[in-house]
């Protein structure tokens, strides 16, 4: 079983609307969580990083929660436009190795 | 700054034939990872290495797979005699440190096509 899992698999948004990723993670212990994002044909890209002690976290239009009590996150994209058409990718790191478990990653597509 | 560079980006190999795959880290970055991803699967941990020396292989096949990363050029990633299964993207990372909090930038990837 994957110690990340990610929902929903995929999902088709209009431009203009929000839409919020989930992520809930098995990893222990718990180092950090982070959001990649992947285009098409290219490698991740680090959207937010958060450890323990933070709960939330923006980088523009990327807002993340982490709830490491019951070991969820969230990724909320605000105001989707077209270039947010990619797969995000739930990332949890276990202990001081920078071992990473990687999900799936949510298919996200943004139709005009 | 350049980021992390991976070659070639598109790789087509027919059963048998040995496949290498280089990547040059990010400048100052002294630790390097390989992942292989799986159409509709995640990434999946390879290796890990620092200048020299394999600190983590524990996610390579323990067959036909080795990887280095010399004190001068790129890190390689070896398949020799590779098979259908080992068509995937093949995606290098590095970081600073490993710190929990170091963040692994990753490049482009390679497409390996096995025929």
């Known amino acids: 079983k994957n110690q990340v899992e990610q929902s929903p698999q995929s999902l088709i948004i209009l431009e203009g609307k929000n839409c919020t990723l989930q992520c809930n993670y098995t990893v222990s212990p718990f180092s950090n969580l982070r959001w990649y994002k992947q285009d098409t044909g290219r490698g991740p890209v680090s959207l937010t990083i958060m450890t323990f002690s933070e709960n939330t976290k923006s980088n523009g239009r990327y807002t993340a929660t982490l709830d490491a009590d019951t070991k969820q996150s969230s990724l909320h994209i605000t105001a989707s436009q077209l270039s947010d058409s990619a797969s995000y990718i739930c990332?949890?790191?276990?202990?001081?190795?920078?071992?990473?478990?990687f999900g799936k990653g949510n298919q996200v597509v943004v139709i005009p | 700054n350049a980021g992390v560079m991976q070659n070639p980006r598109h790789l087509v190999r027919r059963r048998g034939q040995e496949a290498r795959l280089r990547c040059s880290p990010m400048?100052?970055?002294?630790?390097v990872y390989w992942y292989r991803q799986l159409p509709e699967e995640g990434l999946k941990f390879m290796v890990y290495l620092q200048k020299e020396n394999i600190i983590d292989e524990s996610g390579m096949p323990k067959e036909r797979f080795s990887a280095e990363f010399p004190k001068e050029g790129p890190s390689i990633l070896r398949i020799q005699q590779v098979v259908r299964g080992d068509s995937a993207a093949y995606f290098c990372?590095?970081?600073?440190?490993?710190?929990?909090?170091?963040?692994?930038?990753f490049g482009p990837g390679t497409r390996l096509t096995v025929l």
């Open positions: 400048k100052g970055h002294s630790h």
């Open positions: 990372a590095s970081s600073l440190g490993i710190r929990g909090t170091d963040t692994q930038y």
């Open positions: 990332v949890v790191s276990a202990g001081g190795n920078n071992r990473l478990a």
